[in-house]
Nanobody, 123 residues
Framework: QVQLVESGGGLVQAGGSLRLSCAAS????????MAWFRQVPGKEREFVAA????????DYADFVKGRFTISKDDTTYTLYLQMSSLKPEDGARYYC????????????????WGQGTLVTVSS
C-alpha cells in the first residue's frame, strides 16, 4: 500500500520560511527518487524538486533554485522541503511522490498522491 502523508504547510508572509515533510512507507521510499510537486486550482501539477534514491543528486525547478532545499531521512522514510524567501506565487498545495525521470519529465512511480499540504503566502 502506498503511503504518502504530507505536512508542514500553513500561512506565511512573503519572505518567510516553511519546512514541509512527507512521511512515506518503506516500500514507497527506499530505492526511489523522491520529489515534491505543487498545484494550484485550475492549473496542472508542476514539478518542484527531486532527490536521488541515494541522496547524492538533487534537481530543482528554475523558479525555486536558491530558495528551496530538498532532503530526506532514510531512517524514518521522511522527505523534506525547506522553503525560504517565499513568494506569493509559491502558494499551492504541495505533494510528494516517488518518481522516475522520463524524457518528457517526471513520472509518478505508483501513480498515487497523498492529500498534500497547503502553503499560503501572503504579500
Amino acid at each position: 500500500q502506498v503511503q504518502l502523508v504530507e505536512s508542514g504547510g500553513g500561512l506565511v508572509q512573503a519572505g518567510g520560511s516553511l519546512r514541509l515533510s512527507c512521511a512515506a512507507s518503506g516500500r514507497t521510499f527506499i530505492g526511489y527518487t523522491m520529489a515534491w510537486f505543487r498545484q494550484v486550482p485550475g492549473k496542472e501539477r508542476e514539478f518542484v524538486a527531486a532527490i536521488g534514491w541515494d541522496g547524492g543528486s538533487t534537481d530543482y525547478a528554475d523558479f525555486v533554485k536558491g530558495r528551496f532545499t530538498i532532503s530526506k531521512d532514510d531512517t524514518t522514510y521522511t522527505l523534506y522541503l525547506q522553503m525560504s524567501s517565499l513568494k506569493p506565487e509559491d502558494g499551492a498545495r504541495y505533494y510528494c511522490a516517488a518518481v522516475r525521470r522520463l524524457p518528457r519529465g517526471w513520472s509518478n512511480v505508483f501513480d498515487a498522491w497523498g492529500q498534500g499540504t497547503l502553503v499560503t503566502v501572503s504579500s
